[in-house]
């Protein structure tokens, strides 16, 4: 499958650029709802991470008519029974910052000890061309810090550690995140069916 030009479903600068530089290597023009400023913003009202990326993806290439991309992601804590989940971008409420849910994670999490504090990043990427629509998936177990670390990234970086590391997202250079983060994992399941 080839696309001359494809449009990331988000006015999101940092998921943008995390995004671009996944999609580097293809021979495409990387465009964002930036460009598009007549496309309408999407509730993300969905029950699941699948259908909201599918509905943000399906708005987006109505409004544009490119080959469109959108993803949701959600952080999944096992202890808190798979929240926030779907609602981690509102987990702390709706016009909640970053460091807002960050704060309500850490301190619904003060008590538990290492053990149970196990969690895992998914990210579900939704394609929606000419051709028709594709989903992709890509989890990354790890765990849940104590305090928030780091500067870097965004969102839940700062207290997530993936398995293997000693340090949270937020701690990691962008390009290594870029390369192990459950986005990238999304992202390179997106490049094979384009290869394939």
Same mark, same amino acid.
């Given at each position: 499958?080839?696309?001359?030009?494809?449009?990331?479903?988000?006015?999101?600068?940092?998921?943008?650029?995390?995004?671009?530089?996944?999609?580097?290597?293809?021979?495409?023009?990387?465009?964002?709802?930036?460009?598009?400023?007549?496309?309408?913003?999407?509730?993300?009202?969905?029950?699941?991470?699948?259908?909201?990326?599918?509905?943000?993806? *399906?708005? %987006?290439?109505?409004?544009?008519?490119? =080959? !469109?991309?959108?993803? #949701?992601?959600?952080? $999944?804590? /096992?202890?808190? @029974?798979?929240?926030?989940?779907?609602?981690?971008?509102?987990?702390?409420?709706?016009?909640?910052?970053?460091?807002?849910?960050?704060?309500?994670?850490?301190?619904?999490?003060?008590?538990?000890?290492?053990?149970?504090?196990?969690?895992?990043?998914?990210?579900?990427?939704?394609?929606?061309?000419?051709?028709?629509?594709?989903?992709?998936?890509?989890?990354?177990?790890?765990?849940?810090?104590?305090?928030? *670390?780091? %500067?870097?990234?965004?969102?839940?970086? =700062? !207290?997530?550690?993936? #398995?293997?590391?000693? $340090?949270? /997202?937020?701690? @990691?250079?962008?390009?290594?995140?870029?390369?192990?983060?459950?986005?990238?994992?999304?992202?390179?399941?997106?490049?094979?069916?384009?290869?394939?």
């Amino acid at each position: 499958m080839k696309f001359d030009t494809i449009v990331v479903a988000t006015r999101n600068v940092h998921k943008v650029e995390e995004i671009r530089a996944m999609l580097a290597g293809l021979p495409v023009a990387v465009k964002d709802l930036r460009e598009f400023p007549d496309c309408p913003e999407v509730e993300e009202d969905g029950e699941t991470l699948e259908e909201n990326a599918l509905k943000k993806a *399906r708005v %987006a290439f109505q409004c544009t008519g490119l =080959p !469109v991309i959108a993803d #949701d992601t959600g952080l $999944e804590v /096992y202890y808190l @029974l798979g929240a926030p989940g779907v609602y981690s971008a509102r987990y702390a409420g709706e016009d909640a910052t970053y460091a807002d849910n960050n704060r309500k994670l850490l301190k619904a999490m003060t008590q538990v000890p290492a053990r149970r504090r196990q969690a895992r990043f998914r990210c579900v990427v939704a394609l929606v061309s000419r051709s028709g629509e594709q989903l992709f998936e890509g989890k990354v177990e790890g765990d849940i810090l104590r305090e928030t *670390r780091g %500067a870097n990234g965004f969102g839940y970086d =700062p !207290v997530f550690r993936p #398995d293997g590391f000693r $340090e949270s /997202y937020a701690e @990691l250079a962008a390009e290594l995140k870029n390369s192990v983060s459950h986005r990238a994992r999304a992202i390179e399941a997106f490049l094979s069916f384009l290869k394939s």
